[in-house]
């Protein structure tokens, strides 16, 4: 029997932190699920091994690390926080994972220094981005120079789906709007 190696791209990861300030943010059901689970390294790395997975790509899903539209420090800090979480995860199972950093967007001074901290300190294997940021969408020209760091280190880009923002005319969200839809 031949070994066929599986390289998961697609591997969520809630640290507890994370998962938390989620729900003090009211995103305990994002994009439509029951409830935030809980998730720990043992239980994923026993995964990994029963579906014979050889190497999981973890990553921050929707909403991403901006939880408060408008609260620049607090997502700033809680990037910086799951990026140094992944990246310590990565340091203890080098041949079993590798991350995507996350970004705090649609922080654009934030997002492009913690590119930099990303592939600079923490050796990256790329950028997850959802498709929008609180109803900022990738495509906006705000977001010009992020894709502009991004293609000058040649960065991989995981773009990752989550609830589309539907509001007309200006496509962002207050804070006062995103408090009404949750």
Not at 72 to 94: F, G
Not at 146 to 154: A, T
Request: aromatic residues 8%; glycine residues 8%.
């Amino acid at each position: 029997m031949t070994f066929e190696e599986r390289i998961d791209t697609h591997a969520h990861l809630l640290p507890p932190f994370y998962r938390q300030a989620c729900i003090d943010a009211g995103h305990g059901k994002p994009d439509g699920m029951p409830e935030l689970p809980k998730w720990d390294i043992g239980t994923h790395l026993g995964l990994m091994q029963k579906l014979n997975i050889t190497k999981s790509i973890l990553s921050i899903s929707s909403p991403g690390t901006h939880l408060i539209p408008g609260d620049h420090k607090a997502a700033r800090e809680l990037t910086r926080s799951c990026n140094d979480y992944m990246y310590d995860l990565v340091s203890q199972h080098p041949s079993k994972l590798g991350f995507w950093a996350s970004v705090p967007l649609p922080d654009v001074e934030g997002s492009l220094k913690e590119i930099a901290h990303a592939f600079d300190n923490l050796n990256a294997h790329g950028i997850a981005l959802e498709t929008n940021h609180h109803g900022v969408y990738l495509g906006d020209p705000r977001f010009a120079s992020i894709f502009g760091e991004l293609d000058k280190r040649h960065a991989k880009v995981f773009i990752h789906p989550t609830t589309p923002c539907v509001l007309r005319g200006n496509h962002t969200i207050t804070r006062k709007q995103w408090q009404r839809l949750h």
